[in-house]
């Protein structure tokens, strides 16, 4: 087939051939000086075949190994920036038996020149085990495909922090002609195993579509390893900030020694924890910035995310945490900022979703904040349960001065509930039912604690702490609880209850 043949060999007899049968075994490395042909191949887990930038080798059926699939790793010969991106290519031939057994696949790069961009190949759109390997200040950039597949791990790196491996790349970076890219698609890359960020930066560009990463098990973050979101500069594109995405199914754990941030300024990246399975936020990183967070786990509260991060936790003010299913469990020690979940919008507990709070140590007296600001709306719609372990948490602003009525509003599901088992928990205005819903059901439990209702600027047709209705209940066995801003004895026909009403 053309291929150089090493002297002394007899191609198809004691070198392989187009016909050949080819197993690479024991451990094994395999390394191509010229473009090869096979009727069928086996790579054994341990062994390695680098093609280098021989893909123009044609490779008829890469078949499972049963000892396990190792490693096929490939390359491409760096271009002059003027000509750039490089779009890898890669080798004819059938990996499916391969890919859908966990064999590996990698692209990595040998130049190292900043700026410099590479390509995956747009038709191939599933792999087994993926790695992308980049190198000094190179870009290797993702398929511009609708649905990249990864049946395994996708594992990324470089050398140093401007080793990115991107979701998608521009027409228009840096000043350059790139149709290479073609135009940009949103796309999805769905990992079914893990994702490891091992060294580099992961990075989301500055692009007019929204990109799309699904990992069904956990995403690490390894130390010299960085997230990113572009900070477009004056060569960028432009356009509106688009809403990018992160879906993980398992943990996301932050060990990065600088940072992983998915909110830069104007671009962003939106994360979502889905799946039937509990999971965590973890790790040692000095900083994680989080844009909007999802949480849907399972379907009912019992599945939980629990975050103990170390670090800073950045988020941001308002609107920024989404329940819909699970129980988001914050729980970390001697956190070094106030966690603000809300200020001027509605915070929404739903029936199948629930907050739990425990702060193990709190040195830095920090504290938990829904509807943190001067206005009314700050509420917190209540159809699940809350939790409080330990830790001080406030509905309404921590001002002093604040009059506003940011209230605990319960529903009518049936699963509204209450549970103080010690902390602080501090409503500026009352713990009442919709006002125009009578049939508001609260299940309410303080066995510590010390619970504080301030009602101010009340709705005088609802009691301050109002429990009535068929499958309400109401037991306090220890804490305190205070209601501030009474009535003074008087009830009205418009106000029946005065401030404390308690008829489960």
Known sequence: GGAAVPAGAVEGTNFPGPNSIVFIENNHTVNLTANQRCASLQIQSGSVLDIYTWTGSVFSMVMNNAGGNGLFRLTTTPTPQWQIPKIFTFPS?????????????????????????????????????LKVTAKGGDNLILPNNALTTVKGDLTVGGDNSNAWICMSWSTAHNGFTQDNYGPIVEKTVHVTGNMFINTGTFIYM?????????????????PNAWIECYTPNGNSPGGPPQANTMAIGGNFINNSTGYARFHNGTYYCDLTFQGSTSASLSGT?????????????GNSQITTLTCDIGGTLGTLTNNWLTLQNGT?????????????????????????AGLYINLPSNTGNR????????????????????????????????????????DIEYTSSGASAIDIQGGRLVVNGQIRRDP??????????????A?????????????????????????????????????????????????????P
């Not at 709306?377 to 209540?382: E, H, I, V």
């Not at 939790?387 to 001080?392: L, P």
């Not at 609802?462 to 209601?483: D, P, Q, V, Y």
Request: aromatic share 10%.
């Open 285 to 297: 990183s000095p900083s994680t910035i989080f844009n909007k967070v999802t949480l849907n786990k």
């Open 451 to 503: 619970v504080q209702v301030n009602g101010q600027n009340s709705n005088a047709t609802n009691a301050k702490l109002e429990i009535l209705n068929a499958g309400s209940a109401f037991t306090m066995s220890n804490g305190t609880l205070t209601i501030v801003r009474g009535f003074g004895g008087t009830t009205t026909p418009s106000s029946p209850f005065g401030d404390l009403y308690l008829r």
């Open 367 to 406: 504290n938990i904040l829904i509807g943190d600001a001067a206005n009314d709306n700050g509420d917190l719609l209540l159809s699940g349960k809350l939790t409080i372990v330990n830790g001080n948490v406030y509905v309404g602003s921590t001002s002093g001065a604040n009059n506003n009525n940011n």
């Open 93 to 129: 031939g059938d990996f499916s038996d391969f890919n859908n057994n966990s064999g590996t696949t990698e692209f990595y790069d040998i130049d190292g020149t900043v700026g410099f961009l590479y390509i995956l190949p747009a038709n191939v759109t599933s792999y087994g085990n």
């Open 436 to 449: 125009s819903n009578a049939g508001g059901v609260l299940q309410y439990s303080q066995s510590g604690g």
């Open 328 to 352: 988001f469990r914050y729980v970390r020690t001697n956190p070094n900022s106030d966690f603000t979940i809300s200020t001027v919008t509605p915070f929404n507990i739903p029936a199948t």
């Open 206 to 222: 500055d692009e007019y579509l929204p990109q799309h990463l699904v990992v069904d098990g956990n995403v690490t973050v390894n």
